[in-house]
């Protein structure tokens, strides 16, 4: 009897289920108020705008200079293209409604704060703005010139205001045509901006974004013609739609318009960036 | 140098093998019911089988070992099929005779280095239960998670070397062991035991209670454990394990007897991950692990080991005559067997905080002393090297952002970014075996055998946690970027196309492995005037297939269904022979040839996608021989042995993540040539009963012969290539080459205290062979100093060598009515000495672009390394009641 009361202990203990012990509660960032685990909560508010940013520091940036921000500057945008496709790499653009400026971080995966419709505040302070190609740019020093800034730098100089909602009045573009292209435009880039009605002038059916051997410095210019303007459309064969078939026929593109010096370019972040114009009869 | 050496070993095996003819004593003494728990140092000539269970005790505590040649830049592949885990790699050979000091001690004695005897992997080890083979088909390996916490219920082992007869098996060059897990050969009573230790638990309970073979014929023993840490001595591990086994034997009459053993060790534990120097000193500790982070402030670890594997053994003992025994044993088991991993998608940032890119020496080159970094390089580095050393979250994980990551996504409706994997390796396995030993007469024995096994081992992943991500497609993130997300290249399962995942469903990769094996062996041993003779023959058959449950988009005609079945035809010879030199010597000799399947494991081409089989698999052949000599001179015992063995035509595989081509690879190596050689010694030296002094060697070397055959194949199958690659000189990784070790052992008054100093040396890392592919290590250059054309073939790194102590002491207490107390105190590397590897492995990355420019960090000189432990200690308080 006692074996049995022995064994049938050790054989009870058989269903004892041990606990899990890696259970852990799942956070959530959503509920409000807003306190995201990213960034610098403490950043008040937007001081600049992007406009206003671009004209202090006019001088540096078309002589492709970099100077250190020793004011206490804060801006405020909303993400317009980022690294999510692979496109833009190391970078991402933010639009407030006087304009749009590149942040510089040398990191990938930026996406992962930096999501496309998320309000951001940067308090510039401490950080670099210069002119790369003669276009405004946040971000670090290198080498004499505006660079990216380091990943653990950029935490504490952004604060993340809202829920990224693609929705909201900074994430329309302006439309623009190829009246567009003057001069005085183009000292105030980038501008986050929609080309309707224009075709991609390679586009064939079958040529593709950016092909490896079309590319120099893993980089494959298209073109979208507009009145006068052949624009650059720059494509980076590390995309993820680098080897799909470029899109035929009208399509209204949102992007963001660049320079490189004298040289407009055009960028996409993603190709959902793209409408196909349907063809009215 | 190398040419040398191994004319020396040659030279060696030669003048030894002409004067061998001599003897070993054979001395089968059953260790049953020995009750030796914790009283590890009892006498210098003690009984062994209780020393293999502290072995793999001991291993089991040691450093949750990792070791992976995969330092995969994406966890989305398996690295549980790679080698990576504890319970398969690096475990100490348990070889055990039963006369011989050196195999009864160095198991134990050097485990904390992960030492293998003759440095043989352990699938050259086989371990049996009543005669029937434990062993993983797949791998060849025993896996020690399948008994873990059971040490009273299989501390019953009879050991035997390669050239020595034995009643089970015809043993493989490492030897093999086989559990009595008879519900009668375990001593009647109660057993209780409590461990305190710092290692990857802290805590264990034991109880254990048999019958013995009571009057109705009827045996029962019962065993259960749970061992227990919520932190481990390494920081952010845990372990969580219950055990039981339950046996039951009936013996019908003095002819046959029926027995049943069924256990289980239900396992959850937390892994420790190995990093470059460079993190470890940023850390301040070789003892930093970065597989863990906070989540909500409480710490988290991405690496968890689930493990389980129910077991049914049953027995037929049939005694026919006084002459000839038959035992027939089947075994089944299920086995479930799973490891987690982070998991990032799309574009998303590799989370991990050690990734090269975040480390002080991506800012600059840093090995290049003549080279003077810029000021924003300077500045670049300060601030990477102040972030590591700011705070300790800033070295680990941050689970908190890979939860806000996903919630952003989510408020956009798009893709997971950041997840955690569960790759699973199950395995239904079914062992029959039948021994017949017969004494012919007082001279001769015979042992036949046959031995059928199958087993269905079954791999695929599923998702363990989505972080909180709505969204997860199940696609190949690293061909989106050739093929374009569209494209049918880019699915996992093109009959699924984008399928979407929830947590707990299958992706990325499911099949199937089918391995059948028959085995026939017979022995013979013979006894002449002062000696014994023995030689040994078998027979082997096995097939394997490959059923692959996906169709995958970048292998559409040949990933689902079947690889057809590949079949393979092997056997082996030995023969040893134990003479009596004089008086005072015997002199022990053993010859051995064996033609081998490959294992499974090696022998498909990038199975997570492909029914293809290496080209060219053969079966490798394994050429080995040892002499020893043994001498008693008074108080002073001492034995040295030779040995040289010869693997030939071996395949061997590696899996990992190509960082030029930004894809994941295999590299499978064929012909592969290895020579395993050197010396073991050992001397004891009574001075009382109560005292003696010991010494043990193991003096050797392992390394490959000859450059091997590779072919490299990237999953997305845009890299196929066959080249050379550059193995020869390579040693043999993951345990000292050199160990030494001097003792003393006391005992007075039923105390028992032991010491031990122990050297090692030539402790090696895993070579990358992708490094050492020709394509990579390219054209010859111009040495520098010598002005001669040379190879740039990596130099392979070496742990440094140095001393150990440890020290035990423990008594045994007899209490009234027969109970007894045994309470054994251990202390390992007393001198904290933190500074050796146990191992490691090289990166499989280059150090230039595909352009041919240099990268700023060097892969080559930053190797993953593992640590062995610091100073721990293991208290160990036994009741037998």
Same mark, same amino acid.
């Given at each position: 009897?006692?074996?049995?009361?022995?064994?049938?202990?050790?054989?009870?203990?058989?269903?004892?289920?041990?606990?899990?012990?890696?259970?852990?509660?799942?956070?959530?960032?959503?509920?409000?108020?807003?306190?995201?685990?990213?960034?610098?909560?403490?950043?008040?508010?937007?001081? &600049?705008?992007?406009?206003? #940013?671009?004209?202090?520091?006019?001088?540096?940036?078309?002589?492709?200079?970099?100077?250190?921000?020793?004011?206490?500057?804060?801006?405020?945008?909303?993400?317009?293209?980022?690294?999510? &496709?692979?496109?833009?790499?190391?970078?991402?653009?933010?639009?407030?409604?006087?304009?749009?400026?590149?942040?510089?971080?040398?990191?990938?995966?930026?996406?992962?704060?930096?999501?496309?419709?998320?309000?951001?505040?940067?308090?510039?302070?401490?950080?670099?703005?210069?002119?790369?190609?003669?276009?405004?740019?946040?971000?670090?020093?290198?080498?004499?010139?505006?660079?990216?800034?380091?990943?653990?730098?950029?935490?504490?100089?952004?604060?993340?205001?809202?829920?990224?909602?693609?929705?909201?009045?900074?994430?329309?573009?302006?439309?623009?045509?190829?009246?567009?292209?003057?001069?005085?435009?183009?000292?105030?880039?980038?501008?986050?901006?929609?080309?309707?009605?224009?075709?991609?002038?390679?586009?064939?059916? &079958?040529?593709?974004?950016?092909?490896?051997? #079309?590319?120099?410095?893993?980089?494959?210019?298209?073109?979208?013609?507009?009145?006068?303007?052949?624009?650059?459309?720059?494509?980076?064969?590390?995309?993820?739609?680098?080897?799909?078939?470029?899109?035929?026929?009208?399509?209204?593109?949102?992007?963001?318009?660049?320079?490189?010096?004298?040289?407009?370019?055009?960028?996409?972040?993603?190709?959902?960036?793209?409408?196909?114009?349907?063809?009215?009869? | 140098?190398?040419?040398?050496?191994?004319?020396?070993?040659?030279?060696?095996?030669?003048?030894?093998?002409? =004067?061998?003819?001599?003897?070993?004593?054979?001395?089968?003494?059953?260790?049953?019911?020995?009750?030796?728990?914790?009283?590890?140092?009892?006498?210098?000539?003690?009984?062994?089988?209780?020393? =293999?269970?502290?072995?793999?005790?001991?291993? %089991?505590?040691?450093?949750?070992?990792?070791?992976?040649?995969?330092?995969?830049?994406?966890?989305?592949?398996?690295?549980?099929?790679?080698?990576?885990? %504890?319970?398969?790699?690096?475990?100490?050979?348990?070889?055990?005779?039963?006369?011989?000091?050196?195999?009864?001690?160095?198991?134990?004695?050097?485990?904390?280095?992960?030492?293998?005897?003759?440095?043989?992997?352990?699938?050259?080890?086989?371990?049996?239960?009543?005669?029937?083979?434990?062993?993983?088909?797949?791998?060849?390996?025993? !896996?020690?998670?399948?008994?873990?916490?059971?040490?009273?219920?299989?501390?019953?082992?009879?050991?035997?070397?390669?050239?020595?007869?034995?009643?089970?098996?015809?043993?493989?060059?490492?030897?093999?062991?086989?559990?009595?897990?008879?519900?009668?050969?375990?001593?009647?009573?109660?057993?209780?035991?409590?461990?305190?230790?710092?290692?990857?638990?802290?805590?264990?309970?034991?109880?254990?209670?048999?019958?013995?073979?009571?009057?109705?014929?009827?045996?029962?023993?019962?065993?259960?454990?749970?061992r227990w840490a919520n932190e481990g001595v390494i920081e952010g591990t845990f372990y969580n394990s219950f055990a039981y086994f339950?046996?039951?034997?009936?013996?019908?009459?003095?002819?046959?007897?029926?027995?049943?053993?069924?256990?289980?060790?239900?396992?959850?534990?937390?892994?420790?991950?190995?990093? =470059?120097?460079?993190?470890?000193?940023?850390?301040?500790?070789?003892?930093?692990?970065?597989?863990?982070?906070?989540?909500?402030?409480?710490?988290?670890?991405?690496?968890?080991?689930?493990?389980? %594997?129910?077991?049914?053994?049953? /027995?037929?003992?049939?005694?026919?005559?006084?002459?000839?025994?038959?035992?027939?044993?089947?075994? +089944?088991?299920?086995? $479930?067997?799973?490891?987690?991993?982070?998991?990032?998608?799309?574009?998303?940032?590799?989370?991990?905080?050690?990734?090269?890119?975040?480390?002080?020496?991506?800012?600059?080159?840093?090995?290049?002393?003549?080279?003077?970094?810029?000021?924003?390089?300077?500045?670049?580095? $300060?601030?990477?090297?102040?972030?590591?050393?700011?705070?300790?979250?800033?070295?680990?994980?941050?689970?908190?952002?890979?939860?806000?990551? *996903?919630?952003?996504?989510?408020?956009?409706?798009?893709?997971?970014?950041?997840?955690?994997?569960?790759?699973?390796?199950?395995?239904?396995?079914?062992?029959?075996?039948?021994?017949?030993?017969?004494?012919?007469?007082?001279?001769?024995?015979?042992?036949?055998?046959?031995?059928?096994?199958?087993?269905?081992?079954?791999?695929?992943?599923? @998702?363990?946690?989505?972080? +909180?991500?709505?969204?997860?497609?199940?696609?190949?993130?690293?061909?989106?970027?050739?093929?374009?997300?569209?494209?049918?290249?880019?699915?996992?399962?093109?009959?699924?196309?984008?399928?979407?995942?929830?947590?707990?469903?299958?992706?990325?990769?499911?099949?199937?492995?089918?391995?059948?094996? @028959?085995?026939?062996?017979y022995q013979h041993q013979t006894e002449f005037r002062g000696g014994f003779l023995y030689f040994g023959a078998n027979i082997e058959?096995? /097939?394997?297939?490959?059923?692959?449950?996906?169709? *995958?988009?970048?292998?559409? %005609?040949?990933?689902?269904?079947?690889?057809?079945?590949?079949?393979?035809?092997?056997?082996?010879?030995?023969?040893?022979?134990?003479?009596?030199?004089?008086?005072?010597?015997?002199?022990?000799?053993?010859?051995?040839?064996?033609?081998?399947?490959?294992?499974?494991?090696?022998?498909?081409?990038?199975?997570?996608?492909?029914?293809?089989?290496?080209? +060219?698999?053969?079966?490798?052949?394994?050429?080995?021989?040892?002499?020893?000599?043994?001498?008693?001179?008074?108080?002073?015992?001492?034995?040295?042995?030779?040995?040289?063995?010869?693997?030939?035509?071996?395949?061997?595989?590696?899996?990992?993540?190509?960082?030029?081509?930004?894809?994941?690879?295999?590299?499978?190596?064929?012909?592969?040539?290895?020579?395993?050689?050197?010396?073991?010694?050992?001397?004891?030296?009574?001075? /009382?009963?109560?005292?003696?002094?010991?010494?043990?060697?193991?003096?050797?070397?392992?390394?490959?012969?000859?450059?091997?055959?590779?072919?490299?194949?990237?999953?997305?199958?845009?890299?196929? $290539?066959?080249?050379?690659?550059?193995?020869?000189?390579?040693?043999?990784?993951?345990?000292?080459?050199?160990?030494?070790?001097?003792?003393?052992?006391?005992?007075?008054?039923?105390?028992?205290?032991?010491?031990?100093?122990?050297?090692?040396?030539?402790?090696?890392?895993?070579?990358?062979?992708?490094?050492?592919?020709?394509?990579?290590?390219?054209?010859?250059?111009?040495?520098?100093?010598?002005?001669?054309?040379?190879?740039?073939?990596?130099?392979?790194?070496?742990?440094?060598?140095?001393?150990?102590?440890?020290?035990?002491?423990?008594?045994?207490?007899?209490?009234?009515?027969?109970?007894?107390?045994?309470?054994?105190?251990?202390?390992?590397?007393?001198?904290?000495?933190?500074? $050796?590897?146990?191992?490691?492995?090289?990166?499989?990355?280059?150090? !230039?672009?595909?352009?041919? !420019?240099?990268?700023?960090?060097?892969?080559?000189? *930053?190797?993953?390394?593992?640590?062995?432990?610091?100073?721990?200690?293991?208290?160990?308080?036994?009741?037998?009641?």
């Amino acid at each position: 009897m006692k074996t049995l009361k022995y064994l049938s202990l050790i054989a009870l203990s058989l269903f004892l289920a041990t606990s899990c012990m890696n259970d852990h509660d799942e956070p959530n960032f959503n509920e409000l108020p807003y306190n995201p685990p990213y960034g610098n909560n403490e950043i008040g508010d937007a001081n &600049t705008t992007i406009s206003e #940013l671009k004209d202090k520091f006019a001088s540096i940036i078309s002589a492709n200079g970099a100077k250190e921000v020793t004011e206490d500057i804060i801006i405020q945008g909303v993400v317009v293209a980022n690294d999510e &496709t692979g496109n833009v790499y190391k970078q991402f653009v933010i639009n407030d409604p006087t304009g749009a400026i590149v942040v510089g971080v040398n990191d990938v995966g930026l996406y992962a704060t930096m999501a496309k419709g998320q309000k951001v505040r940067i308090a510039c302070k401490g950080l670099y703005v210069g002119g790369y190609g003669k276009m405004a740019q946040v971000g670090g020093l290198y080498n004499g010139s505006i660079g990216r800034m380091n990943k653990t730098v950029f935490p504490e100089h952004v604060r993340l205001i809202s829920t990224p909602s693609l929705t909201q009045e900074c994430m329309r573009p302006e439309v623009i045509d190829d009246s567009y292209f003057t001069d005085a435009n183009m000292a105030k880039l980038a501008k986050y901006v929609r080309l309707e009605n224009v075709e991609i002038t390679e586009a064939d059916g &079958t040529e593709l974004w950016a092909p490896e051997e #079309l590319a120099y410095n893993n980089v494959v210019e298209r073109h979208i013609k507009m009145g006068k303007t052949n624009l650059v459309l720059r494509m980076s064969t590390y995309a993820d739609f680098a080897n799909e078939p470029l899109p035929d026929g009208k399509l209204n593109i949102n992007g963001v318009l660049t320079r490189y010096n004298n040289y407009w370019q055009f960028v996409i972040s993603s190709t959902s960036d793209i409408e196909q114009v349907k063809e009215e009869e | 140098m190398v040419k040398i050496s191994r004319f020396a070993a040659l030279l060696l095996l030669c003048f030894v093998g002409t =004067t061998g003819s001599g003897i070993q004593a054979q001395e089968m003494s059953a260790s049953i019911g020995q009750e030796k728990d914790g009283l590890v140092k009892q006498q210098p000539a003690r009984m062994l089988y209780a020393d =293999t269970l502290l072995v793999k005790e001991a291993n %089991e505590m040691s450093n949750v070992i990792t070791i992976s040649d995969d330092n995969n830049e994406s966890y989305t592949f398996s690295e549980g099929q790679l080698g990576e885990d %504890e319970d398969y790699a690096g475990t100490t050979a348990m070889i055990s005779s039963n006369d011989d000091y050196f195999l009864s001690e160095v198991g134990y004695l050097f485990s904390p280095m992960r030492f293998r005897i003759r440095a043989y992997e352990s699938m050259y080890n086989n371990v049996y239960a009543n005669g029937v083979l434990l062993n993983d088909a797949e791998r060849g390996q025993f !896996s020690y998670g399948m008994i873990g916490g059971l040490n009273d219920a299989t501390r019953n082992k009879e050991g035997a070397t390669a050239f020595e007869h034995n009643s089970f098996s015809f043993s493989p060059i490492g030897g093999s062991s086989n559990i009595n897990m008879r519900a009668s050969q375990y001593a009647a009573g109660h057993k209780a035991s409590l461990v305190g230790c710092n290692r990857n638990y802290l805590a264990r309970a034991m109880y254990t209670y048999s019958t013995g073979l009571m009057q109705n014929g009827w045996a029962f023993t019962g065993s259960a454990s749970y061992r227990w840490a919520n932190e481990g001595v390494i920081e952010g591990t845990f372990y969580n394990s219950f055990a039981y086994f339950l046996a039951a034997e009936k013996k019908i009459n003095d002819s046959h007897s029926i027995s049943i053993a069924t256990w289980g060790s239900p396992t959850e534990r937390a892994q420790q991950g190995a990093a =470059t120097e460079e993190a470890y000193w940023l850390a301040g500790s070789h003892y930093y692990n970065p597989n863990w982070g906070y989540q909500n402030g409480e710490k988290r670890n991405a690496r968890v080991v689930n493990s389980y %594997e129910p077991s049914l053994l049953l /027995t037929w003992d049939f005694q026919i005559n006084d002459k000839a025994k038959l035992t027939t044993s089947l075994f +089944g088991k299920y086995s $479930m067997y799973s490891t987690t991993a982070l998991g990032w998608n799309g574009n998303a940032a590799d989370p991990r905080p050690n990734y090269y890119q975040n480390l002080p020496s991506a800012a600059y080159d840093v090995w290049d002393l003549e080279y003077t970094p810029t000021e924003d390089e300077l500045a670049d580095y $300060m601030t990477r090297y102040n972030y590591w050393k700011e705070s300790k979250a800033n070295r680990q994980l941050n689970w908190d952002y890979m939860y806000f990551a *996903n919630q952003q996504a989510n408020a956009l409706g798009g893709e997971c970014l950041y997840y955690v994997e569960r790759r699973h390796n199950d395995q239904l396995a079914l062992n029959l075996s039948s021994v017949l030993n017969i004494d012919y007469n007082r001279k001769n024995r015979g042992t036949f055998g046959i031995n059928l096994g199958t087993t269905k081992g079954m791999h695929y992943k599923t @998702m363990a946690d989505l972080l +909180g991500a709505d969204r997860y497609t199940d696609i190949d993130k690293f061909s989106v970027g050739d093929f374009g997300p569209n494209s049918d290249y880019v699915q996992n399962d093109v009959d699924n196309p984008n399928r979407q995942i929830g947590e707990d469903d299958t992706f990325g990769y499911d099949y199937d492995i089918y391995v059948n094996k @028959m085995n026939l062996f017979y022995q013979h041993q013979t006894e002449f005037r002062g000696g014994f003779l023995y030689f040994g023959a078998n027979i082997e058959g096995s /097939t394997m297939e490959r059923y692959g449950h996906m169709r *995958n988009g970048r292998a559409q %005609e040949y990933s689902k269904g079947s690889s057809g079945t590949a079949k393979f035809l092997g056997g082996g010879a030995k023969f040893g022979v134990i003479g009596r030199a004089n008086a005072n010597t015997t002199i022990t000799f053993g010859i051995g040839f064996e033609n081998r399947a490959p294992i499974a494991y090696n022998s498909f081409i990038a199975p997570r996608m492909r029914n293809d089989f290496v080209q +060219g698999l053969e079966n490798e052949n394994i050429f080995s021989n040892e002499i020893s000599f043994k001498s008693v001179m008074g108080p002073v015992t001492a034995k040295v042995s030779g040995y040289f063995t010869l693997f030939t035509n071996c395949t061997e595989q590696s899996a990992f993540y190509n960082d030029q081509q930004s894809q994941f690879t295999y590299l499978t190596m064929t012909d592969v040539k290895k020579a395993h050689y050197g010396l073991e010694a050992s001397v004891v030296y009574n001075v /009382t009963s109560a005292l003696s002094f010991n010494a043990v060697a193991s003096v050797g070397s392992a390394e490959y012969w000859k450059n091997a055959n590779g072919f490299l194949i990237s999953e997305n199958e845009k890299v196929v $290539m066959n080249d050379k690659v550059y193995m020869d000189g390579v040693k043999v990784d993951g345990t000292p080459l050199t160990a030494l070790s001097l003792g003393v052992d006391y005992n007075i008054k039923g105390w028992y205290l032991s010491a031990n100093v122990n050297y090692y040396d030539n402790i090696y890392i895993d070579a990358s062979k992708y490094a050492r592919l020709a394509g990579v290590v390219g054209a010859p250059v111009i040495d520098a100093t010598t002005g001669e054309e040379r190879l740039n073939i990596p130099t392979q790194y070496k742990g440094r060598g140095d001393f150990m102590v440890d020290a035990s002491i423990g008594k045994s207490i007899n209490l009234r009515g027969g109970k007894r107390l045994n309470i054994n105190l251990s202390l390992n590397n007393i001198l904290n000495n933190q500074k $050796m590897i146990t191992g490691g492995y090289e990166q499989n990355r280059d150090d !230039s672009y595909s352009d041919g !420019s240099e990268r700023t960090y060097k892969f080559s000189k *930053n190797p993953f390394l593992y640590y062995a432990n610091a100073f721990n200690a293991y208290l160990n308080i036994g009741l037998r009641f």
